[in-house]
């Protein structure tokens, strides 16, 4: 027996082991289209437009000199590769982001509209008191990363705020450059005259703490209010890291020439909150994003697709709850959204609605209807509840990433009932296609579809243990998993083995904790003893 759980672990380290060389292959080999790539372009040309606009503007005016070529050029190169270096991250953490051409605009648009705010806020500091000025405190980058952790992710969002913050401290650093030829009266001032603007390095050390500070703090938004307290938060954070920045260049004290830098800084924070709990249920619907508060929505049980489930498929819904347990406590194990697991499970088999009767948990006291068919017709009909349940998601317009899982809980697994089946029926001239028998997939791409694929197939196959002990519950689930795992389903899906231990062990606890042992009643004594009054159990 240990030289059998040796091999097989060797398996499964080798297995492993090719799984990130593989990834990070695909990584590199990925590219984009060129209709792709040339909309990119624009948009890396459209901000550095919007970084230097003054220059732009006067060269497509006819006044054109030395300096404002350099400029240019140096903006254009300065800009392009901080978006070569963003795009090689996306590519390699999130590649479905830049993979399609609205999610390409969206990006860029979200990036111009801060470079533009930006630009705006600058234009706006030379038509105020200089006490005032420093406008370009209020750009909003936080609430940029804050919605695009909501939409996309913590690590893009965080990548995406460094960059900006970047982009608008070269801002600060332009302006004055491009628009002292001009004779500004305020640029062509005595050495000790107040600059026209803030420090370019302050602005890149306060707009990128907001930036770290917002993904960090709104990974996770439960409550409608949370955006105005992470808002608080960044505000005092960025005033609080100007402070610090004036008493190192010892400008703080005994006179401070900006004294509405701090307030415009905790002033950016408390906008940043109001902008995002206004804009976030736009990005939900726009993004058909799973927001942790729209998740809570939906794991309603009011919800109609749930309440007809429970209609129609009772059985199914009742082990979709299970899923759902084992499914939450092997997300929390692993780090993963054990939110959209928990919710995700509650709706993986909704297209079994359409025929509850021909699938064996529905099937209390009938007939079994694939006694009468075909297994290659049987086969047909169980894996065609994922299709069902795809369209069901999208009729009710459920977020991306439950269809996501709803699409691929199977991935390509086999049905190996009816394959088997098919095997024994089936005649010598008979042709047998396996892949007639396999789920059409995808693949899990995702932590919670993974969990969710192996919750399912746990679930299912611990109705079948006659006595479940502790030790039958774990030989189960490791040999579920491993049977998994060897048939290439987690291969997309970025868990490591670690990881996948960390499942198997939370989902053994949770079925251990499902299938506790109970004290037997008198009454079911008697009854097996055939003898005596039987009794109602309280």
């Known amino acids: 027996m240990t030289h059998r759980r040796s091999d097989r672990r060797r398996m499964l380290l080798d297995r492993l082991g090719v799984l990130p060389r593989r990834r990070l292959r695909e990584a590199l080999r990925r590219s984009l289209t060129f209709a792709e790539g040339l909309l990119a372009v624009c948009v890396v040309l459209a901000i550095a437009a919007a970084l230097d606009s003054h220059d732009v503007f006067l060269v497509a005016g006819g006044v054109l000199s030395a300096a404002m070529v350099q400029r240019l050029i140096g903006t254009l190169a300065l800009v392009g590769a901080l978006a070569a270096l963003g795009l090689v991250y996306l590519l390699r953490f999130q590649p479905q982001l830049v993979r399609t051409r609205r999610q390409i605009v969206a990006f860029g648009a979200c990036c111009l509209a801060c470079v533009a705010a930006a630009k705006a806020l600058l234009w706006l500091d030379g038509a105020v008191a200089a006490p005032y000025r420093s406008l370009v405190y209020l750009t909003p980058i936080s609430a940029f990363t804050i919605l695009f952790t909501v939409a996309y992710g913590q690590r893009e969002a965080i990548a995406a705020g460094v960059i900006l913050a970047i982009v608008c401290g070269l801002a600060v650093y332009i302006e004055p450059l491009a628009v002292g030829e001009t004779g500004r009266p305020w640029v062509s001032g005595a050495p000790s005259a107040l600059p026209p603007h803030a420090e370019p390095v302050a602005v890149v050390v306060v707009l990128m703490a907001g930036a770290l500070i917002g993904p960090l703090a709104c990974r996770r938004i439960r409550k409608r209010l949370k955006p105005i307290e992470v808002g608080i938060l960044i505000g005092l954070a960025q005033a609080f890291l100007l402070l610090a920045f004036y008493l190192i260049l010892g400008r703080l004290w005994p006179r401070w020439p900006r004294a509405w830098e701090p307030a415009w800084a905790l002033a950016?924070?408390?906008?940043?909150?109001?902008?995002?709990?206004?804009?976030?249920?736009?990005?939900?619907?726009?993004?058909?994003?799973?927001?942790?508060?729209?998740?809570?929505?939906?794991?309603?049980?009011?919800?109609?697709?749930?309440?007809?489930?429970?209609?129609?498929?009772?059985?199914?819904?009742?082990?979709?709850?299970?899923?759902?347990?084992?499914?939450?406590?092997?997300?929390?194990?692993?780090?993963?959204?054990?939110l959209l697991a928990l919710v995700g499970s509650y709706y993986h088999d909704i297209g079994k609605m359409t025929k509850p009767q021909y699938y064996i948990e529905n099937q209390t006291g009938h007939e079994n209807p694939h006694d009468r068919l075909r297994p290659s017709m049987s086969s047909l009909i169980i894996i065609s509840h994922v299709k069902d349940g795809v369209e069901l998601a999208l009729e009710a317009r459920l977020p991306r990433a439950i269809v996501e899982i709803i699409e691929q809980h199977h991935g390509t697994s086999a049905v190996e009932f009816f394959y088997d089946r098919h095997l024994r029926e089936a005649r010598d001239s008979e042709p047998i296609d396996p892949s007639f028998f396999r789920y059409a997939g995808p693949r899990p791409a995702t932590k919670e579809a993974a969990i969710i694929m192996l919750a399912d197939s746990v679930e299912a196959a611990s109705r079948t243990l006659d006595e479940p002990t502790p030790t039958r519950i774990e030989a189960l689930v490791t040999r579920i998993i491993a049977a998994k795992l060897l048939d290439g389903q987690l291969e997309d899906c970025h868990l490591t083995l670690s990881e996948v231990r960390l499942i198997e062990q939370a989902m053994f606890r949770v079925l251990c904790a499902m299938y506790h042992a109970r004290v037997e009643y008198p009454a079911a004594r008697t009854e097996r003893s055939g003898g005596g009054r039987r009794r109602r159990a309280p």
Do not use: C, Y
């Open 268 to 338: 950016n924070g408390l906008g940043v909150g109001i902008l995002v709990t206004v804009l976030l249920p736009l990005v939900e619907l726009v993004f058909n994003v799973a927001t942790d508060i729209r998740l809570l929505e939906l794991s309603d049980q009011d919800q109609p697709l749930l309440r007809s489930l429970v209609t129609l498929a009772p059985s199914t819904d009742n082990h979709s709850r299970r899923v759902a347990r084992l499914a939450e406590a092997a997300a929390e194990a692993v780090g993963a959204n054990s």
